[in-house]
């Protein structure tokens, strides 16, 4: 198949909040790690793949190093993004999603806090045992504002 033929009408742009479809849900379940995008000072894009949970959604991801630069630029502005992919080399398994939403911390002692904890340590067996999540550190509510998505369409 021609590259036109592959991209043509296949990128999906969907103005919504919080209404992944079956499908987009189960292609995040897959995922390991999220590209996690903030704004420097100097309006650069600052992108780390990170660790996440999801769950009605929201991204959550475990604040770790809160003195990290990803932390500290969301002192200076909310807006973020997540990009999750999936590549293969002849491109006919290519799909993924770019999120674009808002951040928030979500503080120790809150109940929305301790369930992401909670989804983090059963997605990732490491967070049980080698590295012990730390439960008073904050975690990060990412809340979808618009997504795109290419070849998860319904």
Same mark, same amino acid.
């Given at each position: 198949?021609?590259?036109?033929?592959?991209?043509?009408?296949?990128?999906? @742009?969907?103005?919504? @909040?919080? !209404?992944?479809?079956?499908? $987009? %849900?189960?292609?995040?379940?897959? $995922?390991?790690?999220?590209?996690?995008?903030?704004?420097?000072?100097?309006?650069?894009?600052?992108?780390?793949?990170?660790?996440?949970?999801? !769950?009605?959604?929201?991204?959550?991801?475990?604040?770790?190093?809160?003195?990290?630069?990803?932390?500290?630029?969301? %002192?200076?502005?909310?807006?973020?993004?997540?990009?999750?992919?999936?590549?293969?080399?002849?491109?006919?398994?290519?799909?993924?999603?770019?999120?674009?939403? =808002?951040?928030?911390?979500?503080?120790?002692?809150?109940?929305? $806090?301790?369930?992401?904890?909670?989804?983090? =340590?059963? %997605?990732?067996? $490491?967070?049980? !045992?080698?590295?012990?999540?730390?439960?008073?550190?904050?975690?990060? =509510?990412?809340?979808?504002?618009?997504?795109?998505?290419?070849?998860?369409?319904?």
């Amino acid at each position: 198949m021609a590259l036109t033929g592959l991209l043509t009408g296949r990128l999906n @742009v969907m103005n919504m @909040v919080n !209404e992944f479809s079956e499908r $987009q %849900k189960a292609f995040i379940a897959s $995922q390991g790690v999220l590209r996690f995008n903030s704004l420097t000072p100097d309006l650069r894009i600052h992108c780390v793949p990170l660790c996440f949970a999801f !769950e009605d959604g929201n991204f959550y991801v475990h604040c770790g190093n809160t003195g990290a630069k990803r932390w500290r630029n969301l %002192k200076r502005s909310d807006v973020v993004s997540v990009e999750l992919d999936a590549y293969t080399d002849d491109w006919s398994g290519n799909k993924g999603l770019l999120v674009y939403g =808002k951040a928030t911390f979500l503080q120790p002692g809150q109940d929305e $806090q301790r369930n992401a904890i909670s989804l983090l =340590k059963e %997605k990732y067996v $490491q967070y049980r !045992e080698r590295f012990k999540l730390n439960e008073s550190i904050p975690v990060l =509510k990412v809340e979808p504002s618009k997504i795109m998505n290419w070849f998860l369409s319904d």
